[in-house]
C-alpha cells in the first residue's frame, strides 16, 4: 500500500518540522488516527490540518480492503465446494 509510507513520511515531517515535541507525540498522532479512534489532540497550522482525516481514512480502508477481499475469498471457496459437492 502506498499510505503507509506517506504516513511515516509525514510523522516524520510533523516531529522536524516543530509542529509536535517529540517523536513519541509524532507516533501517537499517526497512530491515533490511523485506527479512527482521533482522541489524540496536537495544535497544527492550518495548512495541516486535513492530514488526520486522511491518515482516519488510509487505515479505514487498510482494514475494510482486506476484510472485504478475505469474505469475497470464503464464499467463492464455498461455492467451489458446494459445486465439488454435487457432482
Known amino acids: ?38 482522541n489524540f489532540t496536537v495544535k497544527l497550522p492550518t495548512g495541516w490540518r486535513h492530514i488526520p482525516p486522511m491518515i482516519a481514512f488510509s487505515g479505514l480502508f487498510s482494514f475494510a480492503w482486506p ?5 469475497a475469498m470464503a464464499r467463492t471457496l464455498n461455492d467451489h465446494l458446494e459445486k465439488i459437492k454435487q457432482t
Open 1 to 38: 500500500m502506498i499510505s503507509h509510507p506517506l504516513q511515516f513520511e509525514l510523522l516524520f515531517e510533523e516531529a522536524a518540522f516543530g509542529f509536535v515535541s517529540a517523536w513519541v507525540t509524532a507516533l501517537l498522532f499517526a497512530a491515533s488516527f490511523f485506527t479512527s479512534v482521533g
Open 67 to 71: 476484510t472485504a477481499t478475505s469474505i
